[in-house]
């Protein structure tokens, strides 16, 4: 798999709601004028709808293509949301049930070679779909949204422990003896839109234990999440054995996510860490272990500091970095 409150936050909710209202009149007319939408685009987004990582061998997986529509979405970019949506459908959509391959490697005589998803891809393609669908008046993508969040309930919830516990996956997570869990992955803008679509009783319990879980993913004695947790208990939740206990590449959108689904508490170690490096008259560093206290001897990539800008009010990065992650982690920053 790739390392790589209830509602919208206000701002957010605003903005979509606006484009929505606007969308559907002026249709394909309407004026694209998000430099750094463009820039992203033009950068990572091939023309059949591919999005390239750029940091990974030119790979693309169900991660990015998500990340394309929700941003085009944003930027009212139907062209460009169309291309991706279909391509990530027809390459990336498996047969047996509505998610998605997670990895596309166009070096390989299998470009698609593991069928097993990425849950926050796929997270983040149903919510795409889903608003698409209502602001472009598409029946068909609101129809694929519903069949995207269905198998998403069906296929990567795990009852275990007295939880509702959201998979990163469909195979290698739920273990007989733990489960491993990505806090990253809560993509709260994206489940905070299900409940609006399928109601509080489907995804209020799988919401509510996410949000126990964050909070109990706290560790070392700056109370920081990291990449990977095992829960093997109700409360028992610790770094996942054999994976680096980092807040780090995948962790950092803990927050990122955090903010943009307006759940302050879940920001506030984070920030306050980020906040305590800056009073020392240090960079941030890009990583750090939560076990050992061991730091990345570089900082925070240029997406880093763009989330770092948008949770403490640091000044953010004036320029859209040339790397896909990195770039990525910027355009989110600034939904």
Sequence with gaps: MPVDRRTFSLGMLMALTAACNTGASQGRAQAVT?????AWRDRFVA????VVDT???????????SYGMILALRAGDRDAFERIAKWT??????????????????REAIRVSDPNNATDG??????????????WQRSDWTKRAQEVREAIHTHCVEQRYGRSLLLPG?????????????PSYFVWPALDHFVQMDGDSTWGPVIRDAEVITRLARFGPHHLPCDWVSITGKN????APGKPPRFGYDAIRVPLYAVLGGRPDLVQPVAEWWRSCLSQHRPIPAWIDVVTGEEANYPLSTGGAAIAGRIIATPAPAALDTDYFSASLQMLARL
């Excluded at 940091?55 to 293509?65: D, K, L, T, V, Y």
């Design 55 to 65: 940091g990974n061998g030119g790979i693309s997986h169900s991660e990015g293509q």
């Design 89 to 106: 459908q027809d390459t990336l959509g498996r047969q047996d049930m509505a998610l998605h391959s997670w990895r596309y490697d166009p």
């Design 170 to 182: 469909v195979v290698g997570f739920a273990e007989p003896a733990q489960v491993l869990v990505n």
């Design 122 to 135: 796929d997270l983040v393609i149903a919510w795409a779909l889903g608003q698409a669908g209502e602001r």
């Design 34 to 38: 998000d430099g750094f939408w463009t």
């Design 236 to 239: 028992d939740v610790a770094p």
């Design 47 to 50: 023309p059949e709808g591919r």
